[in-house]
């Protein structure tokens, strides 16, 4: 492999991933699904992140950039997953509600 | 005159209300009083702010940090109009908790000071942060800590509301993220200006639709009714007032400030404003419930400021700049109004069925006026900010010879005549009350009115220099 293809293929993958988990986010029903399938989009989008452009020393911005991203995933992945279970016990199952406002 | 200002002021608006807010938790008496307290120290921060003069940009690198590892946040007009309307609302919506909240609905206000904080803090961070990475941070602070907001009914429809809204902004906050790898990676910068006109259409478009999510924008609206009208009274103000307006603010900034170029974008844009307007004004005009009611007037007028991008063009950039901005200031001053006001609803009658409002114009009179005054700017007529704000919409429609677009204005304004009078002419008659609604809170609710209808007077001098500041 030489320099030019290897971001090649973290750009592709990563958004390969991003448009899997984006799909599954909205086609799953149950919601667990839903918040692995959104936190799988978001790694796609960091493979993209963390490709520098000249496959030569790695982009210390772009690292940060990673990083912080991966710490608001977990954060929000956490708050997700606490409201899910929150939900569940209310409602008695892990999905939405269909047509809220009727 | 900034000879006096500390960068480090710029601190205070953020440091305020997340300190508070962390503080909180630790607290189990005093709630309301600490972020009373915390509030009236970021106005006092954001009034001696006031003070930099037009033109210069204020900046701080945060922890001594330069960029581009480090944070830098900067102060413009467009940043300190935002500060302050916000401000002013999120003091007026705390003093009204304090004052109500607490006393007719005490388990949940017990739990409503820390996100109130957290979304303060999270938006003034938002509003001083220059660059596209740090936008995506304090988004996903305001949108953690908004859905707290939706949850705080603490049943079932609150969570479901709250879930749904987590899940879009899941979505689009990712979208968003993905736009940004784009820009960072074509322009070698996160700074919105160092990257103006270097900006690829694909970040640009993947940043937008993120946005639109999280803003509910048409036609990614359908999760704000449900969720904004889920969460307490002063709750569903902050929501509709304030957070979704967030994505506005950025949506100017990346379509003005970094990519001027995109003509067929901003029409699409213009498009999807109309889509709003016309869908929300609708759905508001069918609705059983006040708060619903509310929630799609705030679809419909989210729609209003999207076609400030295919207005803002050549010479009426500035006008039409102005006119979105001062749109945004009013509609959230008028809209934490009715939020308010529905709230009094609710506790004067038990219920927010609008086939059952009768007796309000007898036992609540503030609070039905309240809608009214409100409903002035909703309308666009004067004197109100709203007023103003169309005004400026329209001249620049004309002036720049894209008239359609002042069809949608005109027309937006008749339908939010026939959602509001709808509202104050079922309060009319006589009916039951399950009790007197109490008399300091009705006013803080008319005093928002009030200041809507105010920001259409004393709008002269922000607006000429708004014009002026438009990039």
């Known amino acids: 492999m030489t320099g030019v293809e290897v971001p090649l293929i973290y750009v592709v993958t990563g958004i390969f991933i991003f448009l899997r988990g984006l799909y599954a986010l909205f086609a799953r029903p149950h919601l667990l699904h839903k918040l692995v399938a959104g936190n799988l989009a978001a790694s796609g989008v960091f493979l ?55 | 005159m900034s000879a006096g200002i500390a960068p480090w002021l710029l601190a205070a608006p953020v440091a305020l209300p997340l300190g508070a807010g962390l503080l909180m938790t630790l607290l189990v008496r005093g709630r309301s009083l600490l972020t009373l307290v915390a509030g009236t120290g970021v106005l006092i921060a954001v ?26 946040w900067h102060l413009d007009l467009l940043a300190i109009v935002f500060l302050t309307s916000t401000a002013v609302i999120a003091l007026a919506v705390a003093l009204f908790a304090a004052l109500h909240l607490s006393r007719s609905e005490p388990a949940i206000a017990r739990h409503f000071w820390a996100p109130l904080l957290f979304v303060w803090a999270a938006l003034n961070a938002l509003f001083l942060s220059a660059d596209v990475f740090n936008l995506y941070v304090t ?46 990676h074509a322009t070698g910068t996160l700074d919105l200006v160092l990257a103006a006109g270097a900006v690829p259409p694909a970040a640009l478009a993947l940043m937008t639709v993120g946005l639109m999510a999280k803003g509910a924008l048409f036609p990614l609206h359908a999760w704000l009714p449900p969720a904004h009208a889920a969460a307490p009274a002063p709750g569903s103000a902050l929501l509709s007032a304030l957070v979704v307006k ?3 603010y950025i949506l100017l900034r990346l ?37 619903l009611v509310l929630a799609y007037s705030t679809v419909a007028q989210l729609g209003y400021l999207l076609l400030v991008f295919p207005l803002a063009q050549g010479a009426w950039t500035g006008t039409a700049f102005a006119g979105g901005v001062w749109l945004a200031v009013s509609h ?76 949608v204005l005109m027309g937006g304004g008749l339908l939010a005549a026939v959602y509001t009078f709808r509202i104050i002419g079922a309060g009319f008659g006589e009916g039951p009350i399950e009790r007197k609604p109490p008399r300091a809170p009705q006013w803080i609710a008319l005093a928002l009115a009030g200041l809507a209808l105010l920001a259409g007077v004393a709008a002269e001098l922000p607006l000429l220099q708004l014009q002026e500041a438009a990039p």
């Open chain 1, 48 to 102: 993209v992140i963390a490709w520098s452009p000249q496959g030569g020393p790695p982009d210390p911005v772009a690292q940060a950039l990673v990083l912080t991203g991966i710490v608001v995933s977990v954060a929000v992945t956490a708050y997700a997953a606490a409201l899910l279970a929150r939900l569940e016990q209310t409602s008695g199952k892990p999905y939405l509600e269909h047509d809220p406002d009727r």
């Open chain 2, 47 to 72: 009034l001696l702010l006031l003070d930099v003069p037009v033109g210069t940009r204020l900046e701080l690198a945060v922890g001594g940090w330069p960029a581009p590892l480090g944070i830098r």
């Open chain 2, 139 to 184: 988004l996903e602070l305001l949108t953690l800590a908004a859905v707290m907001l939706v949850t705080l009914e603490n049943n079932q429809p609150a969570f479901d509301g709250a879930m749904r809204y987590l899940l879009v902004a899941l979505a689009g906050s990712t979208l968003y993220l993905l736009g940004v790898a784009l820009f960072y």
């Open chain 2, 246 to 248: 967030a994505a506005f």
């Open chain 2, 255 to 291: 379509w003005l400030e970094s990519a001027p170029n995109h003509d067929a974008g901003r029409i699409l844009l213009g498009l999807c404003g109309t889509g709003a307007v016309i869908w929300g004004s609708l759905l508001a005009l069918t609705q059983a419930r006040l708060k």
């Open chain 2, 332 to 407: 959230g001053l008028a809209k934490a109004a009715m939020f308010l006001a529905a709230g009094l609803v609710m506790y004067t009658l038990g219920h927010d069925r609008i086939a059952e409002l009768r007796g309000l114009a007898r036992h609540a009179p503030l609070t039905l006026f309240t809608f009214g005054i409100a409903g002035v700017t909703l309308m666009g007529l004067p004197p109100s900010g709203g007023f103003v704000a169309k005004w400026l919409l329209l001249t620049a429609a004309f002036g720049s010879g894209q008239w359609p677009w002042a069809l």
